[in-house]
């Protein structure tokens, strides 16, 4: 079965430390993979996906991630974090016989520390 | 361009009551997709609709319906409402036939179900 496994539920992190947010998939076939993150109260915003080639992406706001085939994986990291960066952060995978159908991880909440 | 619209932003219904829910994708988009988001089950996808059709559907029963008119737009309509059925939904539009490749959201429409 397809599935999406944030293992954190909650992280903390103080301002200025590096973030890495944990992301497992279970899919049959090559996966698009995609992190979103949403403030209170709003909608999604895609930080970065990964289709193929190269295995580490970057993306908005300064964040990366690495896709890991043999984990089937791909962790999201930033080397810095600001306060604003405070968020839910939901990992979801999808495909090309899914057509606009993603599967979400349970997501991971983000509080920085000052 | 303006982003993904939805209205209402927040509704309050009581049981036994129907519901519909509007989105206006970005310009250009032909694809629509519908989540719920609980803080239960998360992100859970509802259907896809692409040039009209309803391409995709997700495992909701069928009060959950939805339909995507000549020029993008998509309702949902919610039949005999449940308190269950109290969530986040959120309308995500994508440019065309691959719909995988990035999904938009929009702000979402808060649904209470007394």
């Known amino acids: 079965a397809q599935s999406v496994t944030q293992p954190d539920i909650h992280i903390t992190v103080s301002e200025g430390a590096s973030l890495e947010l944990r992301c497992n998939y279970s899919?049959?076939?090559?996966?698009?993979l995609f992190w979103y993150v949403q403030s209170p109260g709003q909608g999604l915003q895609l930080l970065l996906k990964?289709?193929?080639?190269?295995?580490l992406v970057q993306g908005i706001k300064g964040f990366e991630a690495e896709f890991k085939r043999s984990q089937s994986s791909f962790n999201l990291r930033k080397p810095s974090v600001h306060w604003s960066d405070a968020a839910e952060y939901f990992c979801?995978?999808?495909?090309?016989?899914?057509?606009?159908?993603?599967?979400f991880g349970q997501g991971t909440e983000l509080s920085v520390k000052p | 361009k303006a982003g993904v619209t939805q209205t209402p932003r927040y509704l309050i219904k009581t049981r036994g009551q129907q519901v519909t829910l509007s989105c206006s994708p970005i310009?250009?988009?032909?694809?629509v997709s519908w989540y719920q988001q609980t803080p239960g089950q998360g992100l859970q996808f509802l259907f896809e609709y692409f040039s009209e059709t309803q391409r995709n559907k997700g495992n909701f029963p069928g009060r959950f319906s939805g339909r995507q008119f000549s020029n993008s737009r998509s309702e949902m309509n919610v039949s005999t409402l449940e308190l269950g059925d109290s969530a986040l939904y959120l309308c995500a539009s994508s440019p065309g036939l691959r719909s995988y490749n990035e999904q938009f959201f929009g702000p979402g429409t808060r649904l209470t179900v007394l």
């Open positions: 310009s250009g988009h032909r694809s």
């Open positions: 990964y289709f193929s080639g190269d295995t």
């Open positions: 979801a995978v999808g495909g090309s016989n899914q057509g606009g159908k993603l599967i």
């Open positions: 899919y049959g076939a090559t996966p698009c």
